[in-house]
């Protein structure tokens, strides 16, 4: 099965600890690597993963405040210290580009790449990212300023073939491809191998959401339903459910309950407020509700 794993840079909220970074993942699939939001240290924890700076093309802004943008012109001008060559995508609410044209006028007047925005509106579903391997899919959320999440959804990949039927008929090799993508066989006497005796179904495709920051949102259950890994923030414990909807966050309750009624697979919580020193507090909370939950921590590998 090829790869598709998700790498924590960064879990923590707006207040900078001892204990985690702000807010930044790497979603891998097949090799392709998708940054989703970029705190302060990001660069620093891309480092510390090993993953290549030179195999990610595409970043996904969630939302404009600092704990998920701050450590992007930081990222931007290494890879130019880098000699990067190739396009950096990045997809973000449209007045992302506004705030850094400057800054990259000032900064980075003669990097020897171009930064590529691509606008959308945090407030609508719809696919910003498509290529034979992935889609990535918007997910509007509640906040406090238009913010959205990010769904990964894995292309179905082809068949296996089988070898002992590559054997047994002599199938050439210019064939072994289109019997791969569903076609039947014809022998020289006209005989029909149907392609089901040919192959075996490949593995089923895998999907991730990312959603943070959010107050409880029921209406992004139909879209995430069923998925192999959510990953939801909970900032808070549920004893301060009021701190939460004042400030459009949710509890680990909350974000277990969502995963529950979503009938996901796994659920990652992060996004911990400053005010927890063991969040093993809202790991308790969520898994009462919803087994299947871990912490997200820094430099955390999850493989779907």
Do not use: W
Request: charged share 25%; proline share 6%.
């Amino acid at each position: 099965m090829e790869r598709f794993d998700i790498h924590i840079l960064g879990c923590g909220s707006a207040l900078p600890t001892m204990r985690h970074l702000a807010t930044s993942q790497i979603v891998n699939v097949r090799e392709k690597l998708f940054m989703i939001d970029c705190g302060e240290g990001t660069q620093v924890q891309l480092r510390r993963s090993r993953l290549s700076f030179g195999r990610l093309n595409h970043i996904f802004i969630s939302h404009l405040h600092g704990d998920h943008c701050f450590g992007l012109m930081g990222l931007i001008s290494t890879f130019g210290m880098l000699e990067r060559t190739a396009d950096l995508h990045i997809y973000s609410h449209p007045d992302l580009q506004r705030l850094l044209a400057p800054q990259l006028e000032f900064f980075c007047k003669e990097m020897p790449y171009n930064v590529v925005f691509h606008p959308f509106d945090p407030g609508e579903r719809t696919v910003i990212y498509d290529d034979r391997s992935v889609s990535v899919e918007t997910i509007p959320l509640r906040h406090r300023i238009p913010t959205c999440g990010f769904l990964f959804r894995e292309k179905p990949t082809p068949s296996h073939i089988r070898r002992d039927m590559i054997d047994f008929y002599q199938i050439p090799i210019y064939m072994r491809n289109r019997i791969k993508n569903g076609e039947d066989y014809v022998l020289e006497d006209g005989t029909v191998v149907p392609n089901a005796r040919l192959t075996m179904p490949s593995e089923p495709p895998r999907a991730y959401a990312y959603c943070s920051d959010t107050r409880y949102q029921p209406k992004i259950i139909e879209q995430i339903e069923g998925v192999d890994l959510l990953f939801h923030e909970a900032t808070f414990a549920s004893s301060e459910l009021v701190r939460a909807r004042k400030t459009f966050h949710s509890t680990a309750s909350q974000a277990a309950q969502i995963a529950r009624d979503a009938k996901v697979k796994r659920l990652l919580i992060g996004h911990f407020s400053a005010r927890y020193e063991d969040e093993r507090i809202l790991l308790d909370e969520a898994a009462a509700v919803f087994p299947e939950t871990m912490l997200a921590s820094e430099n955390l590998t999850v493989s779907l």
